[in-house]
């Protein structure tokens, strides 16, 4: 089962508002700037030895390799990452009309983590399953991982 998260507002997070995981030394902590959400590393481990593919569905323009670098920083490697440019290429395509800025059922994606209203009603429009994680909760994690646990069960009942 695929479980794909954004970025912004859901896994990084101002540290002003938010605890954060502790960020690299210098100097990486100025070539990465973002922090990470506090619960990020042990979740997205938790669901990779569960047998979970983690992915990442995002809107920003950041470059796969930029990614890649900087969660590698945390011991975090992503199954597959989708960035604005290819989803513009693989989902809109040549479209003329213009589809949401994610739709994670392209992908077989089972379950998107976003902290935008628009997806979870394009979600609940178009079939595909999201939950909204935004503000600051000590059980972010846990309710993932409920989650997780919970779809991947009704999708293993109906093979």
Same mark, same amino acid.
């Given at each position: 089962m695929r479980i794909s998260f954004d970025l +912004?507002? *859901?896994l990084f997070v101002d540290p002003n508002s938010f605890e954060i @995981?502790?960020?690299p030394g210098f100097p990486l902590n100025r070539i990465f700037p973002e922090? %990470?959400? /506090? #619960?990020t590393i042990r979740l997205i481990h938790t669901l990779q030895e569960e047998g979970f593919e983690v992915w990442v569905y995002t809107s920003s323009f950041r470059s796969e390799l930029y990614i890649r670098s900087l969660f590698r920083n945390y011991g975090i490697?992503? &199954? @597959? !990452? *989708?960035?604005s440019p290819r989803h513009l290429k693989e989902v809109q395509k040549n479209s003329a009309t213009p589809l949401p800025q994610k739709v994670p059922s392209h992908y077989? !994606?089972? %379950?998107? !983590? +976003?902290d935008e209203d628009v997806i979870h009603q394009y979600g609940r429009a178009?079939?595909?399953k999201?939950? /909204?994680v935004c503000e600051p909760d000590d059980q972010w994690v846990e309710k993932v991982l409920d989650r997780a646990r919970r779809i991947r069960?009704? @999708? &293993? #009942?109906r093979k």
């Amino acid at each position: 089962m695929r479980i794909s998260f954004d970025l +912004d507002e *859901v896994l990084f997070v101002d540290p002003n508002s938010f605890e954060i @995981e502790d960020p690299p030394g210098f100097p990486l902590n100025r070539i990465f700037p973002e922090r %990470l959400r /506090k #619960g990020t590393i042990r979740l997205i481990h938790t669901l990779q030895e569960e047998g979970f593919e983690v992915w990442v569905y995002t809107s920003s323009f950041r470059s796969e390799l930029y990614i890649r670098s900087l969660f590698r920083n945390y011991g975090i490697r992503f &199954d @597959e !990452i *989708v960035n604005s440019p290819r989803h513009l290429k693989e989902v809109q395509k040549n479209s003329a009309t213009p589809l949401p800025q994610k739709v994670p059922s392209h992908y077989r !994606i089972s %379950l998107h !983590i +976003d902290d935008e209203d628009v997806i979870h009603q394009y979600g609940r429009a178009l079939g595909f399953k999201t939950l /909204k994680v935004c503000e600051p909760d000590d059980q972010w994690v846990e309710k993932v991982l409920d989650r997780a646990r919970r779809i991947r069960e009704l @999708e &293993d #009942g109906r093979k």
